[in-house]
Structure formats: structure tokens, C-alpha cells
């Protein structure tokens, strides 16, 4: 981002900040200050839960003029409206000194539900290509082996694989909002819809005082009352599909996780506030103004709201400040809240919030614990001074980690915080083994990535042991870690392929490296000895030359070994950057990926590529020592989404509809529009 901005686009322009930083991967902009390697604060991030409402409205108004600026406070999850407070907050501020409620109750013990899970996977059907087994994670497409179940353009499609027809559909914009994605998540007979909604944050109000005059940067929300944010819908699908219940809570979506029939959802929230601005006014007027925002604004403006609707009757509710807990140091501008749903009922709950008072943006579970992290990038994006001065400090520069017990099925317990030093690149840097989290992270200025290995010691994450210097002046693209074995790609223009050995927790150490050209930006474990990357492959100089997909020999850990590769020239993978697009079938050995692959022009001057990109799905047989293709398919000139395997056939998911394909002929059995 370069350039001056005029002042009048400040505001907006920290708007926009807010709506878009939540994203993850490249996009994710580089920190320009380095923070020195302090090691992790025994106790610094210590979660303390509110004794009533007055101290929690004083300690999130201290918090938040301390990080307000002239231009606002930056946080993510949402504009902050600056307008009066709505009816339903002045409603819920009648009783902001009063007792908090009683804190979250303990979760009962009961035994671990991925016992049950972990190695019942049905051999007839993929599921979705998840982190750890027996914890599935929403997406686009999901199958029981019985149905597949997909969202296209608001509509939900129940197909049956048996039949290749689709036996249900149920219109999910019938208020009028047109939902753009959505992810499912799949229990019995019944399925939750979870749709990211932005609507809300963009139809809110940010004035602009100029000339006397109050104008609205955007239009107001219709409604100003209204709860805008992430919706979850419970939907039967027993016959034709029906609605049953939905959820709405202020905020946006980070994630969610799935053990049997027990969801956890964790939205992330920002204050209902937002900052007038006038042109005419002196920096130090401008932060005078906002921070008497702070001190007018009530305890309810920060809670974030939520409603549920069965039956036509609409429930509304706020998180408690009892139900609050903050770490020792936090900024006031965000909170995570942790839901549980039961997807086995016939209604939604109001969710059993469970809320910090801190950020987040990667979730991973293994099932019994939840982590949420966020390695507080954002803080650091360059923006307008004077803005930026304040904005970048050597502390933004470490991910905080923050712990819940989700071993039962009951409202979870937040149990222990800590932090590292650097960012993440996804949910596969964190990993639990054997009672301890191995978290690996790229230091702020990309001079080298370290893996700490934590555990948990009272109400804090503390650090067992860390082996540093992996790929210097490179970051991470990739991690996996398998049991006591860690795998680590950096790159900058060449790919070291690192194995970690995590044994003992005290003293990792690197055992072995793999220098080649290109990356992987995925890591697949694919039996025995054997690993599968699928990235792009580069130049000497580290340009990238097109996707490429290879097979590891990481049987011996000192001497890890590239045995086979495939390239594509000028194509790229959707599973390079989601692995949910992954499909390995162990039992026929099949690796399918989808493939955007741009053609030479044939009339056109040299190095000409046609636009848009074919869309096909790439399927290789994964042998041995080799990597062989058997065949692309293609669909309907759209770009293919998702595969899966449901009764030996090989399924492909786009946006216009799904298509069943013989799993060794690859020859079209069925062509399902979902249009």
C-alpha cells in the first residue's frame, strides 16, 4: 500500500482494515519490525474471569482508550458503530453494575469421543480431508455415504449417490440476503449450515462531521437493532429438507469443529462502537472525541448479542459478564466466543457461550482440547501515519494461544493461555501429542522459524523446548506434524524440507533436511515412510513454474528423499492454500487435486495464456517410489471445488453441479445441475 491518503478516506480506509484482515495465508501482509526471541511468559496471559459487570466495563474501557488513536481503535470482526447506542443496548445497559453471573461451570468428565470416532472411518466414503481424525471441520460439500449435501448459490441440495438424483432442496435466502459461501457440517439426519454474513458490518453507521453537518460514510442499516453476523441453520434432512432452528451472535465466524454430534463455533467480536470524524478537528481533538465514545458507551456494547429462532419464535440473549474471562494484558477491541451446539437435537440451544477478551483467527482440536490463536499480524499492517508509529510494536509480533477443555460434551472450560514469538500460517502448525502443544511459527522478519513444544502447568502454556534456525531468511509454507515427527517447508527460493524429532519434548531436534526447488504448501502423510507435498515448483531464483505435486521418502529421518515428481506448467491447486480440496483413497492408492490450469493461446504472441483458467480435477495413482497419472476430468466449464469417493465412484463438486466419474475408467456415470 503506497501513497497518501486524503484525510477524509482515513476512516474508511481503517474500515476496511478491519473487514478484510481476518483472511489468512499470503494475503496475510509481512510485519516490518523484528521482536527479539524473549521466550514465553510463565503466566502472562493468565485468564482471570470478571466478579460483575462494573469491573468488567472498567477494565474493557481502560483497555480500549489506551489502544484508541485519532482515527479509532484497529481491531478485526466488524465495523465499530460510533452512532447511540441501539434500543436493545440501552435495554441490556439498565443493568451494567450489576453482579456478574456465575462463571461457566466445569465440564462434566466423561470419556474421550474420539474413541468411538477415531477408527470407525466407513471405507465406503471419503469425508473431508481433516486436520485429525475423528474431529471433522465444516466445508462446502459433505457425504455420510447415504447423501451428499452441498450449498450452491443459497440453496441447499441433498443428492442421492445411489440413485445420482437430487431428492431435496431447501432455499436458504428466503429473507432476501444472498449468502455468497457457506460450509456444513453433517450429524444423523441433520445437517448445520454456517453462513459468514457481512452484511452487518458494512450496512452500519461511521459519520463524518464536516461543515456542522453529520453525512453517513455508508447507508444505515435498515434495522439498527438487528444482530448481524455468522448464522447457523439446523436443517432435517429426513425428508425434504426443512429448517428447524437458527442462530445468530454479533460478530464474524473464525471456525468451528465437529466430535459426534457435539459442534464447537467460535465467532470473534468487536464493541458496537464507531468513531465520529470531522476533517476540521486537530489529531488530539479527534482521540479526545473517541475515547469520550469509550466512556459513554455501557458494558452491553462490548458483550456481543445473539438470538435463535424455532418454530417462529425468535429468543434473544447476551453473553454474560460472568461468563468473561480476560488475560492480564488485552487490548478491549476483541472477544472469541466459544459455542456448543448438539447436533442430535431439534433445536438450536443458545449456544453455552464461553468468552475471552482477546483475538483469534486459527482454531485446532484434536477432539478433548480447543486451541484458538492469533498471532496478532493485523496490528501490524502499515497504515497513514501518524497511525502506524503507535500501531507497530515489537510485542505485536508473538501468537498468543489460548486453551479449552473439550473432552465432554458440555459447555467447555477455558483452562490455560500462553504465547510464542511469530505467526503462523495455519491450523497444521499446532499440534497436541502426548500431553504437550507443538506450535511452530516464522519470526516476524522472516529470518528463521522455530517449533516450541508447550504444556500445560495451572493456567498457563508454558515452554518444555524449541529447536530454532529452520530455513533462515525463509518462512514456513508448510507444516505437519505426524505423532512424535514434525515436517517444516520454508521457502524463499529453495524448499528445505526439515524432520523434526519431537520424542522428547525437552530437547526437539532437526534430524534431517531436503533442499530442492519449489514448495509444498501441503503436507500428506500416505502410509508408511511416505509423504505427499503438493506446491509449486520454482526456478533456481525462486519464481514459481506451476503446481507440482511430490512423493517423500521420509522413512529415515536423517535422509528424507524427493522419489517422484508431477508438474503442471502455468496451474495452480485449491489445495495448495485449503486442504479441505485434498483427497487421498489410501485403498486404490488414488490422489486427486483440483487443477486451474491456464492454456497457451495457440494464435496469440508467445507466452500468451488464455483466460479464465480451465477448471479440472487432476487424479494420480501414488505408488511406491512413483507418481502416475490416470486421467483429468473436467465439468461443465466450471472450476472443480471439492472430490470425494462414495460407493466407487469419484465425485466432483463446482458451483454449477456435481459429477459422478467410474473411479478407474474415470468415464462420466452422472451429471447432477445444481443451477
Known amino acids: ?120 472411518a466407513p471405507e465406503a466414503y471419503s469425508g473431508t480431508n481433516t486436520h485429525e481424525a475423528g474431529v471433522d471441520e465444516p466445508d462446502l460439500v459433505k457425504t455420510d455415504g447415504r447423501r451428499i449435501v452441498t450449498v450452491v448459490r443459497g440453496v441447499l441440495h441433498v443428492v442421492d449417490p445411489a440413485s445420482k438424483k437430487v431428492t431435496g432442496k431447501l432455499d436458504l435466502g428466503r429473507d432476501g440476503i444472498q449468502w455468497s459461501n457457506a460450509d456444513l457440517l453433517l450429524s444423523g439426519d441433520h445437517a448445520l449450515v454456517l453462513l459468514r454474513e457481512t452484511y452487518g458490518a458494512w450496512g452500519s453507521r461511521a459519520p463524518i462531521i464536516d461543515d456542522g453537518a453529520v453525512k453517513p460514510a455508508v447507508p444505515p442499516a435498515e434495522d439498527p437493532d438487528r444482530i448481524t453476523g455468522p448464522r447457523l441453520l439446523l436443517v432435517d434432512l429426513s425428508g425434504n ?64 448479542r445473539y438470538e435463535v429462532t424455532t418454530d417462529g419464535r425468535t429468543k434473544q440473549g447476551q453473553v454474560e459478564c460472568g461468563s468473561v474471562s480476560r488475560p492480564e494484558k488485552f487490548t478491549g477491541t476483541s472477544m472469541l466466543s466459544v459455542l456448543t451446539f448438539d447436533l442430535g437435537a431439534e433445536k438450536l440451544s443458545d449456544g453455552q457461550p464461553v468468552t475471552v477478551v482477546a483475538d483469534g483467527d486459527t482454531v485446532y482440536s484434536n477432539g478433548t482440547s480447543l486451541y484458538v490463536a492469533s498471532d496478532q499480524r493485523w496490528r501490524a499492517v502499515p497504515m497513514p501515519e501518524p497511525a502506524t508509529a503507535s500501531r507497530v510494536r515489537p510485542e505485536d509480533f508473538r501468537t498468543e494461544i489460548y486453551k479449552f477443555d473439550t473432552s465432554g460434551s458440555d459447555r467447555p472450560r477455558y483452562v490455560a493461555a500462553g504465547s510464542v514469538p511469530g505467526w503462523l500460517i495455519n491450523q497444521y502448525a499446532l499440534s497436541e501429542w502426548d500431553g504437550h502443544l507443538r506450535v511452530a511459527t516464522t519470526a516476524a522478519d522472516n529470518s528463521q522459524s522455530t517449533v516450541y513444544v508447550l504444556r500445560q502447568d495451572g493456567k498457563s502454556l508454558v515452554q518444555t523446548g524449541k529447536v530454532g534456525g529452520l530455513g533462515k531468511n525463509e518462512r514456513i509454507y508448510a507444516v505437519r506434524f505426524i505423532g ?96 479441505h480440496a485434498f483427497l487421498y483413497w489410501p485403498a486404490d492408492q488414488l490422489l486427486v487435486v483440483p487443477l486451474n490450469s491456464y492454456r497457451a493461446v495457440a494464435d496469440g504472441p508467445a507466452g500468451k495464456l488464455s483466460k479464465p483458467p480451465r477448471g479440472e480435477a487432476l487424479v494420480l495413482k501414488v505408488g511406491d517410489d512413483k507418481l502416475i497419472e490416470v486421467g483429468v476430468l473436467t465439468q461443465q466449464s466450471d472450476l472443480i471445488r471439492r ?25 462420466r456415470l452422472a451429471w447432477i445441475p445444481l443451477s
Open 484 to 579: 512424535p515427527v514434525g515436517y517444516v517447508v520454508t521457502f524463499r527460493q529453495t524448499d528445505p524440507l526439515y524432520t523434526v524429532d519431537l520424542t522428547d519434548p525437552a530437547a526437539p531436534k532437526v534430524t534431517g533436511e531436503l533442499k530442492i526447488t519449489g514448495y509444498s504448501a501441503y503436507l500428506h502423510p500416505a502410509g508408511e515412510g511416505r509423504l505427499i507435498g503438493i506446491g509449486q515448483e520454482a526456478s533456481e531464483q525462486g519464481r514459481v513454474q506451476g503446481m507440482q505435486v511430490s512423493l517423500f521418502d521420509v522413512s529415515d529421518l536423517s535422509r528424507p528423499d524427493r522419489l517422484a515428481r508431477y508438474h503442471v506448467k502455468h496451474a495452480s491447486s485449491e489445495a495448495e492454500y485449503d486442504p
Open 241 to 304: 429438507p426443512r429448517l428447524l432452528s437458527s442462530y445468530t451472535m454479533d460478530g464474524s465466524l473464525v471456525d468451528a469443529r465437529q466430535v459426534g454430534a457435539t459442534v464447537r463455533v467460535v465467532v470473534r467480536s468487536t464493541p458496537r462502537l464507531v468513531f465520529p470524524y470531522s476533517a476540521r478537528a486537530t489529531e488530539a481533538e479527534r482521540l479526545a472525541t473517541n475515547r469520550e465514545v469509550i466512556d459513554k458507551a455501557g458494558v452491553a456494547q462490548w458483550l456481543p
Open 643 to 667: 472430490t470425494l469417493v462414495v460407493d466407487g465412484a469419484l465425485w466432483t463438486a463446482s458451483n454449477a453441479g456435481l459429477q459422478a466419474s467410474d473411479m478407474s475408467s474415470l468415464d
Open 1 to 120: 500500500m503506497t501513497g497518501r491518503f486524503p484525510r477524509t478516506a482515513v476512516a474508511a480506509l481503517a474500515a476496511g482494515v478491519l473487514l478484510t484482515a481476518g483472511c489468512t495465508g499470503d494475503a496475510k501482509p509481512t510485519p516490518t519490525r523484528t521482536a527479539p526471541d524473549t521466550g514465553i511468559p510463565a503466566g502472562g496471559l493468565r485468564l482471570v474471569a470478571y466478579d460483575s459487570c462494573q469491573d468488567a466495563l472498567a477494565d474493557l474501557k481502560r483497555a480500549a482508550k489506551e489502544h484508541a488513536e485519532a482515527y479509532g481503535i484497529f481491531a478485526r470482526g466488524g465495523l465499530m458503530r460510533a452512532d447511540l447506542p441501539t434500543a436493545a443496548d440501552a435495554r441490556a445497559m439498565e443493568g451494567a453494575g450489576a453482579p456478574g453471573v456465575a462463571g461457566a461451570p466445569d465440564a462434566a468428565a466423561k470419556a474421550d469421543p474420539n474413541a468411538a470416532v477415531a477408527g470407525a
